[in-house]
């Protein structure tokens, strides 16, 4: 029984440590002989992008033995090999720009090592950089192979201080320009990273770039598909009931097939217990600050349809949260429309994990507390159907908001959304009907229903616009097909802040 490869991100001691390899060598195969040979690709964190580029970097230095029995074996010409410089930002804490340019020359000081190139003090990391790639090529008469892990770290981790990021983003931009005009020195470059920001800001002089992240003869390049999780791990995975891994896990998509992220299953294999394992590690502490000084306005509340040009990059003066969510692995693509000749896309969470940790900490963010006690109760009071229960929780929960954070509709909106979501349920936002869009929707085990409309209502007379709304456009007749079906009202006082309506009918 080989090893769960947990953590290991070293192509070599996977393969020599007799650990479960799952085969990606026929999409680096492509990548090399049918394209350009310059790449960029965002993933979210955790998704085995460094594996990537290990393996990537042991296959063109022509090291076979590690091949064995995977696509690449028979297809490479293992007679040739090349030279390989890999900057890695994966583990550099990088906190200013002085900080960065010591990880900068460290790299070329390490790589000059291995290649013969003693680093010139007296030259810019830029032209160390360039000579170094020059006397590479000189000496072995082969073309060099470059592999930037996590490029945009540097500027992520310090996203918050725009000094200090603008000075961060223009020592990269020249660092990648120098490659610019190297070509006839160049075999491949790929570079990866969580966020893709726009080639004005970062790559203007490295305008070759393909982005690749949204190809679909690549979007299973790194993540495991379900087929690869039953093929790969058959043994780990007999008494498991595969289809609520697939719900907790599963639901990635970057226009391939549904993926795992290999950090999260790999942590279930070895446990067996249902945690939020990736949520736990990968936390980007910076959205929820952006979230809470916009308002909580959660862009997919509200908007149905993107473009892959706001889903593919963001700019450092204007960062969208949309981008952010979706590089970052909060929300995924989970339909493709096409009208005429435009891709767009509807997101929603990937999967149960990602769905209940973003609202359990976007909670936090609006109460200052974590609710999961009150989650607790709430789930408890949708399971046995008690009515008045619901009501007491969400008047509780309500009264928990700071005055000063209520300011708006769309605060309410956050902290009720984040509530519904937080119990892990399937819960589907602006539900479409032929008369309507339903504001909540909880679906509880396949078999009970509850359809909630929200208002934030100024006067007393507006009292029971909730309640009857649902039953003018009969939303409910959507669900009918369910063993029991509720509606339920809620309606705020704007002002007084608090829960003034509750009402609830079971339809079905």
Do not use: H
């Not at 029995?69 to 010409?77: A, F, H, K, S």
């Not at 961060?168 to 005009?181: C, H, N, P």
């Amino acid at each position: 029984m080989k090893l769960l490869p947990i953590g290991i991100s070293d192509f070599k001691k996977l393969r020599e440590g007799g650990y479960i390899y799952v085969d990606k060598t026929e999409y680096i195969y492509r990548l090399i002989k049918e394209g350009g040979g310059y790449y960029f690709l965002s993933r979210p964190r955790r998704f085995g992008k460094s594996l990537l580029l290990s393996t990537i970097r042991y296959l063109f230095e022509g090291q076979r033995e590690l091949f064995k029995g995977l696509y690449m074996e028979d297809r490479w010409n293992w007679k040739e090999s090349y030279p390989v410089i890999r900057i890695d930002f994966a583990e550099a804490q990088v906190k200013n720009v002085d900080e960065l340019e010591k990880e900068l020359k460290a790299t070329i000081i390490e790589t000059g090592k291995k290649y013969g190139y003693e680093y010139n003090k007296e030259y810019t990391i830029n032209r160390n950089l360039r000579l170094l790639i020059e006397g590479i090529y000189e000496e072995s008469k082969k073309q060099v192979v470059i592999l930037v892990d996590e490029y945009d770290k540097p500027i992520l981790d310090n996203i918050e201080k725009r000094e200090e990021v603008e000075k961060i983003r223009e020592v990269l931009k020249g660092f990648y320009t120098t490659l610019k005009g190297l070509d006839e020195y160049i075999k491949f470059v790929l570079v990866t990273g969580v966020s893709k920001f726009s080639k004005v800001s970062l790559f203007s002089g490295l305008n070759q770039l393909e982005d690749i992240s949204l190809s679909k003869e690549y979007g299973n390049i790194c993540g495991y598909t379900q087929e690869e999780l039953k093929k790969n791990f058959k043994e780990y995975l007999e008494g498991v009931n595969i289809e609520e891994v697939r719900e907790w896990y599963n639901g990635y998509n970057f226009l391939g097939d549904r993926l795992y992220n290999p950090f999260d299953i790999l942590l279930y294999l070895k446990s067996k217990k249902f945690k939020n394992y990736w949520y736990e590690t990968g936390k980007t502490e910076f959205l929820f600050k952006m979230l809470k000084s916009r308002n909580y306005q959660l862009p997919y509340l509200n908007k149905l349809y993107y473009t892959n040009e706001i889903l593919e990059k963001f700019d450092i003066e204007y960062i969208s949260i949309e981008a952010l969510m979706f590089q970052t692995g909060y929300l995924t693509i989970k339909e493709v429309n096409k009208i005429e000749e435009e891709e767009l896309y509807v997101l929603d969470y990937p999967n149960k994990e990602v769905r209940q940790s973003f609202n359990r900490e976007l909670l936090y963010y609006i109460t200052g507390e974590y609710q999961i006690d009150k989650t607790s109760k709430l789930k408890m009071a949708f399971i046995k159907e008690d009515i008045e229960e619901i009501r007491n929780q969400i008047e509780i929960f309500m009264e928990s908001i700071s005055y000063e954070i209520l300011k708006n509709e769309y605060v309410y909106q956050a902290a009720i959304y984040g509530l519904m979501y937080s119990m892990g349920y399937i819960v589907i936002i602006e539900d479409s009907t032929s008369k309507g869009r339903i504001d909540i929707t909880i679906l509880i085990n396949r078999m009970k229903v509850y359809i909630i409309e929200f208002k934030v209502i100024e006067k007393e007379e507006e009292k029971g616009k909730a309640i009857k709304q649902i039953e003018e456009k009969e939303y409910y007749k959507k669900y009918l097909n369910y063993e029991k079906v509720y509606i339920v009202g809620i309606e705020i006082n704007k002002n007084k802040k608090q829960v003034i309506n509750f009402e609830y009918k079971q339809v079905k």
